[in-house]
């Protein structure tokens, strides 16, 4: 019964900028991790970006300076916000979640980086 949603995809010129957030809801006991993924046709989906209950972060190293991961642990959300996009950021992004200890995934948004 625990969901995620994603919001904040859409189409974008390179160089721009979009935010992504995703709120989880449901019986939410804990939630410890939680990150986005990425996943195009051409690639299996990968890690972008994380973030520790405790705040601690990690990035792929493709976006490191440009992408920014937050989570507000009082309203259940995590958020990435994506600077200077390049047309090799377009994919689908997931939010991930460990929550109650089981590991839960958004429905996805795309974002599409093209002048």
């Known amino acids: 019964q625990v969901q995620l949603v994603e919001s904040g995809g859409g189409l974008v010129q390179p160089g721009g900028s979009l935010r992504l957030s995703c709120a989880a809801s449901?019986?939410?006991?804990?939630?410890?991790?939680m990150g986005w993924y990425r996943q195009t046709p051409e690639k299996e989906r990968e890690l972008v970006a994380a973030v520790t209950r405790g705040g601690s972060t990690n990035y792929a190293d493709s976006v490191k300076g440009r992408f920014t991961i937050s989570r507000d642990n009082a309203k259940n959300t995590v958020d990435l916000q994506m600077n200077s996009l390049k047309p090799e950021d377009t994919a689908v992004y997931y939010c991930?979640?460990?929550?109650?200890?089981?590991?839960?995934w958004g429905q996805g948004t795309q974002v599409t980086v093209s002048s």
């Open positions: 449901g019986s939410i006991m804990r939630i410890n991790d």
């Open positions: 991930n979640a460990h929550v109650n200890w089981r590991d839960c």
